[in-house]
């Protein structure tokens, strides 16, 4: 089945410095990625949405110079967290969506972000 | 009021008991997706919805698209069960609205 492949699993890194965070469709062409963030405990909290070859849509209250997304492909979507802080320490997850957009959707596996 | 909302928040269940969760939606939709989060976080879909009704193992789907309103049941739970449960709506847009999820713990 479809695939969604999300790199690193985990990471840590220290305060100030960028970390970047990538998201491949593995058998599948992806129109539309999604970033997602995760508080414990809480659902999902869709940061921005990366289409393929334009700049990403970002949701009210999200830093789009904070966090850069770069779309490139039809499979490579890549979110960076810039000059982090320990408040961006959280769970960021993609999805992708196929072209169809009814497909089911896939969901990397998620990065754990730890600022120190 | 959230354009998607899901019932209960959280549940216990004995293992093997019937489980219920529902979620309705105030939106057009083209799709409504089930899916489950482990702690731990990855996430797997469950089941994609545009009508009727979608069974997987012990999972069972249901969608009303006049009442806008989706079930997911599990039958004889189990211990591996427990999870988040996560109603997705699509706007066909690319556009997708969470719910905010269902905590379900089954015990022995």
């Known amino acids: 089945g479809a695939v969604v492949s999300q790199h690193p699993s985990r990471v840590i890194c220290k305060s100030g410095t960028s970390v970047k965070i990538e998201c491949r469709s593995l058998?599948?062409?992806?129109?539309?990625m999604f970033w997602y963030r995760q508080f414990p405990k809480q659902s999902l909290m869709l940061m921005a949405t990366?289409?393929?070859?334009?700049?990403?849509?970002?949701e009210q209250g999200v830093e789009k110079d904070k966090f850069l997304i770069n779309h490139a492909s039809l499979t490579l979507s890549t979110l960076t967290v810039t000059s982090a802080h320990p408040e961006d320490s959280s769970f960021y997850i993609c999805?992708?969506?196929?072209?169809?957009?009814?497909?089911?959707?896939?969901f990397g596996n998620g990065t754990r972000l730890t600022v120190t | 009021k959230n354009e998607v909302e899901q019932s209960p928040q959280n549940l216990t269940a004995q293992e093997g008991e019937f489980i219920t969760i529902n979620c309705s939606y105030s939106?057009?939709?083209?799709?409504l997706h089930w899916l489950q989060q482990h702690p731990g976080g990855g996430i797997v879909s469950l089941f994609m919805?545009?009508?009727g009704k979608k069974k997987h193992g012990r999972l069972i789907a249901t969608i009303n698209i006049q009442e806008k309103h989706s079930s997911l049941h599990i039958t004889a739970s189990q211990l591996s069960d427990s999870a988040s449960y996560i109603c997705?709506?699509?706007?066909?847009?690319?556009?997708?609205?969470f719910g905010q999820g269902t905590t379900l713990q089954v015990k022995p």
């Open positions: 999805s992708a969506e196929p072209r169809d957009f009814i497909s089911p959707l896939h």
């Open positions: 058998d599948f062409q992806a129109t539309t």
């Open positions: 990366s289409n393929e070859g334009s700049k990403a849509t970002y």
């Open positions: 939106v057009g939709i083209s799709a």
């Open positions: 919805l545009s009508s």
């Open positions: 997705v709506v699509s706007k066909g847009t690319g556009k997708l609205i």
